[in-house]
């Protein structure tokens, strides 16, 4: 950590300042500068709380070297992790994987119909929403635990693990009965209970990033779930919120390659939320992958024009066939064998 | 509802979509222009699900009229809510309403103290956490119910109504033991099933903005606890989240005469949080009033420089007592008597 | 300056950054931390340009504690600046101005009509623009000179000074002629040839926010035009773009009281252009005027609703007069007096 | 154009905007709903301005089915552009181009060496700035004239076609002798004086999207400069600003297929300016290609550690060597064929 003074702080405004970072029960080392002084703190084995600091006469500023996270860092844990959903594996290293179904379950025909569809095509996971968040309370949300358990009919059926969010603590344990995968959707990003609660669980959990989270935050909301000791956690890019409009987010791919240099963690991509645009989903689900996602999570519906949500950004069949066709191609031009087998 | 087509659109197109509306049970209406048809949609009694319609052929994009949000709106419920808290008024034309407190409780002394300071002062209610939302799980996270426990004996000593975060839907009920207004925070504007929780209970909610939440979707979360039956709600500008640095968030004032346009409900301003710097604190308090908010929440710390989190943004007992005469001139100049009589 | 070193940065990185600070001409001093090494750099007189050191093996990354702007800053020069257009004095201690007139000069009816009814109602300028920024080419784009000329008539007729915008480097010249306070818009807030043009000039300047500009690239397009030797420049904010749409723009206000912090310039508020929305320009002006700013600049049209350019936010002439009633009023509160005596 | 009355207009209010709408010389349509009535406008042949509407009493909002661009719009212009640099076709249908060389031309050695180098490795064009927009007056400014004509040398020498910035419309003129394609840099995409002069030129012009442009406005910016006769453009997307810090802005890949919708104009990507981070230019690069960009431009410098300016977003000699072998596959695994014949 590094205090940085104001240009006119006297000498005892310095000698203040280390006085308490020594309360503090670390070192201080003071830098005297042409314009003014920086004190480097030394000695501290976390994030340090810098309140009490901020609050002295002549302190401009703080500057944290370390940060609000370490187990999902890279820094501390070089090995990239591998994620192991139901026998599929998800990390740096093996075969992206597709996960590919409907926004949310309607009913027994339409998520069979889809599982079985999706399966045929090559997909790896079945997802699709049973408890829905909407923004207002007058639309459909989400078939709750009727759904769950068509969600497991299409597992068996298909044979695909399932992938579903969860958006209370209280449903935890019941979320995990029926799902391989348990999703926690941006808008819960930081709802840390029920983060802890997952911790807690032996099932992976898929992260999607807040509409406005930064890196940082993504990274320190992991965080949460593997300090309660369940490290099997998938992050998952959906676009984040901006000024612009034309898109439903702007999917911010770049943080692709930026996330494997600072966590071990896998990263995946949702290009549907994040476009909410049919025509930009199999380019974005493309670029995903070339930019080194670990997979991508796509909606498909049989009838997207009747879907009682999110129809507009979800795939038909005969799109999901395509692009299939293509993630294949690409897969093997990039590389990928069919199976990851784990060095580490 | 309005479906604007594109413009190589052909006949047959316009009549798929009449069609559909038509078995949507609603009326539409198709309007020539000289460079593509729109279709008017009427007979709808609330928000459309325009998937459907989106996906069909020659539809270029659907314009929504109506809003996902009703109970909440002026549009449909002109007279203003007033809000009671523990036999405090809040709401237009009534003298606005300072809730003071720390970020955190942190223990028996200083919560009692600040309580005494702030009622000493003027402050209508106490605010103080003892469930903390923390970006990482590294740093302190609140007392939980030993602070519910100490903020009851500081509320007794003082004779102030407490405000405090609940952030489960697990602990509603053991917050409102407590509580006189429950707050529900920004990472948790749409954490749907603590809306719900907050709608069948009897005591009044604040509920915060989310860090980029529309004031649309804003307006649309308290419509969650409206329709669950508890209208007693106050709405809470805290700052979103911009590209600027220089402050915590950025303080969106504007949206204080905006929303008492678009909705009945009270509107309050932290310009703690929004601000992040304590000499911001206290102009955008003023300002907010000015603006025609109905409260605002100051953080408060007997010795910032120690306390537990958010200490550069509190405000000194010296500082707020002098926030404290400010506003009270304020408010004779702005007309307020000291109490809020309802003629509704 | 501050190096931070990675975790895993070896002996003979640290040694290399030190050697490389030490041939660009300043000294440098490691501090080794618990879990990273960082190097204070010192001995400079300015900012230092990172490339080279951000280039080397080991470097995390690079903190500056100088900014890109000196002359500008409240650190380097404590008094405050009084700009003076015209004989009005706008400046920190001095009774806040207000600039009022229509967004375009449209005919001589329309801005001779227009100047002196807000001359009548108080106003210490008028504003209206000639050349007109424009988002597409098949829009109105002001009158141009013609547009000068009648301002010029306007400006005789009511004895205000006269504020009006310049576009390009190249009109500076002619723009000078004419206007009193040359205005820069946001969408030319870093067009640096401009800048410097109008740091030749011995005109006052009204530098506008850019649309995303931070503070600190604000200060910094100030300090081009101080460092070419005009030093009378009156910042302006005007709005942020944000994801919020509610709004035209998102007025922040907190820069109000953080600018007269950093820096010694005047600041200004435009709540029309902020707001977008006629109804929100009183609120926010009185706002503006609470929070420190030196004045406001207020759109008024004799006639909004056949104005060529931003009616919807225009005052009309009965609005104006109200706001007028209300800003004296609220200045006698605040304690101004109705001149301003420059003690420095 | 659509316009929406408020719940409570009445009658009269639904006629006055009739006849207004009459007035402009339009044909209005009432379309009565259940909750409100919305009013259809027809027979305008271009973007209407709504100000006279807005301010209509009982109007709640106006709704444009029109855009603010009619030449750049692939509605009225279906065939792509092919753009013409010295020789090389971009756009769509052509082998993605790679504009490679460093942000400032510093110096005669470092532009012939970095053009040769990147010929050798495969780029077609060569970018270099002579005229550099920086954040502060404080640091380098670039060589200007003297930088245009190091420019010509390194061209001459290597055949490669130049690309290069120009800030101002005076300079036009100046640049264009020595440019085979004039860039329009971020901060200028709506210096429309700017704009305006280069579409009166005969060379091709490379427009890069505004900071916080959306791709409305940056659609509307080129259309200044096809609306003055010059259609030789070339869309850049450089990423956008947001809140996220990690990245230097935060690329928005998904415009690429969007513009492809929307427009007919080749677009471009650059990487470097987009992350501001060496390690994930190439990825950003190739994920651009496959989501369909005309071309992609790298900052490549013979030592980064030492460019006077954006050193740690430029790859190093033998990085572009690698990316270029990486997008040649890529190229063959896409399809490209190594020339592009212009079939309209």
Redesign the interface.
Known sequence: M?I?M???AVPADVDSVVR?VQEMGYRA?P??????T?I????????V?D??????PGVQRV?H??K???LVSR??HPEDTIVDVAGVKVGQGCRPVVVGGPCAVEGEEQIVKTALHVKKCGADMLRGGAFK?????????GLREEGLKLLAIAGRESGLPIVTEV????NVGLVAEYADLLQVGA??M????LL?ELGKIRKPVLLKRG??A????FL?AA??IL?EGNEQVILCERG????????RN?????????IK?MSHMPIMVDPSH??G?R??VA??A???L???ADGVLVEVHPN?????????QSLTFAGFDQLMNEIG??NT?LGHRPFCIQSA
């Open positions: 590094l940085v104001n240009h006119n308490i080392e830098i005297p500068g042409s314009e003014r920086a480097g703190v030394l000695g501290n084995h976390g994030y709380d309140s009490k600091i901020l609050e002295l500057i070297v370390s609000p996270y370490k820094d501390f968040p909407r923004t207002g309370p007058h639309t459909f949300q958006m209370s603590p209280d808008r819960n930081q709802n840390f209970d802890r509409m406005s930064t890196v940082e935050e320190a965080e949460y300090a984040i919120r901006t000024y612009e409009t034309a898109t702007t999917l911010d791919l770049s943080v692709v390659p930026l240099e994040a476009t645009k025509s930009l380019p974005m493309k670029a995903a070339v930019a080194g997207p024009e009747k879907a009682l949500s999110d129809g507009p191609l690409l031009f």
